[in-house]
C-alpha cells in the first residue's frame, strides 16, 4: 500500500487528486496540505510515501517545501502543477531540490471522472517501484587498458542523471565554454512532453548550444544533445545516435544504463561518462562498462547530490574512477579535454 499525500491550495485541484487516489486499491491518502509550511508540519506527524505537490501556493511554495521536506524527511515528491510547460523553470528547479518528476494535474471533467488520471498513475506506480528498489550486480571494475582506442574522430562526454539532475546538469554545462572541443550527449529523467521546455530552460542558462538528439545525427563538437524520447537512446555501430523501445520493462524511459552500455560497445572515440544526483540505480552498470573500457568515468559526491542514490549505487560498484562536487565536474571535463594533444586539440587520451 502506497501512502499518498497531497500538498495543493486549490480545492478542485486537490479533489481530482484524491479522487484519482481513492480508485486505487494500492494507494492510502494520508492527508492533505494546503501550502508547504502545512506539509512540512504533517511530514512530521505522518511521513508519505509521495507526495503531490504544487507548485505556487501560499505561505511556502512547492519549490521550498520540496528543498526541505526532501532534506528532512526523505519523502518521494511528484510535482503536480495546473501547467508545466508553463512553469519550466520552476518545475526544473523544483526537479533540483529533489522532486523525482512532474505531471499536469488532472482536471475533472463534467461526469467527474478526471482528464489526465492515467498520465498521473502511471507516474505514482513508476515511483512506488523505485521505492521498493531492485537488486543489482556488484563487483569490482578492473580496468582493461588494452580496450582504449585512440582512433580520430569526436570524443563524447555522456551524461546520465535523474532526480536532482536538471539544476545539477545546468551547473556542469555552465562551467563549459562554448567551443569545449568535444560533444555532450545527456540522458535525463524527464517527461517526454516536458522536453522542450528542459532544452529551453538550459539554452538560456548555458553558453555551450544545447538540442534535441535525433535519430541518424552522429556526435557533433561542441553542442549538447539530449535524450527527448521515452525509448532508450543508443549509439549504434555506424557511429549514429538512434532510439530503442527495448528493453520494455526498464522503470526509467530512457534509461542510462542502456546508452552507456551501447557507448562500450560501439563509441570507438575516447569517452567520458558522467553519472549525476538521482533515485534508483540507473547508470551504474553502465558505467562499470565504460570504466572497463578505460575510460574516464565521474560520480557526483553525496555532499552535493540532491539524491544520493545513482552515484552511491555507481561508487559501491566501483564503477566511477572519480567522484566529485558538482562544482569540480565542469573543470575535470576541461582538464580531460585538455589532456588530448599538446594544443588541446584532437585525440582524447583516457583519464
Known sequence: MLKIAIVNDSLMAAEALRRVIQDVPEYSLVWVAHNGQEA???????????????????????IEATRRISAEHGCAILIVTATVNGHAGRVFEAM????????????????????????????INAIGTLLRGAPFRRGHVQPDISLRNNSDGVPLVAIGASTGGPAALKD???ALPRNPGFAIAVVQHVDE????????????????????????????????????????????AENVFDYTPDPTE?????SV?????????????????????????????GLGELRRRGWLTIAQDQDTSAVYGMPKAAKELDAAGKILPLDK????????????TPDGQGKRKSG
Open 329 to 340: 565536474i565542469g573543470p575535470e571535463l576541461l582538464a580531460w579535454a585538455e589532456a588530448i
Open 257 to 285: 544504463d542502456v546508452f552507456f552500455h551501447s557507448l562500450a560497445e560501439h563509441q570507438e572515440n575516447q569517452t567520458a561518462g558522467v553519472l549525476l544526483t538521482g533515485m534508483g540505480r540507473d547508470g551504474a552498470v
Open 40 to 62: 512540512l508540519e504533517s511530514c512530521s506527524r505522518n511521513r508519505p510515501d509521495i507526495l503531490l505537490m504544487d507548485l505556487i501556493m501560499p505561505v511556502m511554495d512547492g
Open 172 to 174: 556542469v554545462l555552465h
Open 96 to 123: 533540483g531540490a529533489g522532486a523525482l518528476d512532474a505531471v499536469n494535474t488532472p482536471i475533472l471533467g463534467d461526469t467527474g471522472q478526471g482528464e489526465g488520471n492515467n498520465v498521473l498513475i502511471n507516474k
Open 193 to 236: 512532453q516536458f522536453m522542450k521546455s528542459f532544452i529551453d530552460w538550459l539554452n538560456a542558462s548555458v553558453a555551450i548550444a544545447v538540442r534535441q538528439a535525433r535519430a541518424g545525427d552522429q556526435p557533433e563538437a561542441d553542442s549538447v544533445l539530449v535524450c527527448a524520447r521515452e525509448d532508450h537512446l543508443i549509439l549504434t
Open 250 to 254: 526498464l522503470v526509467f524511459r530512457p
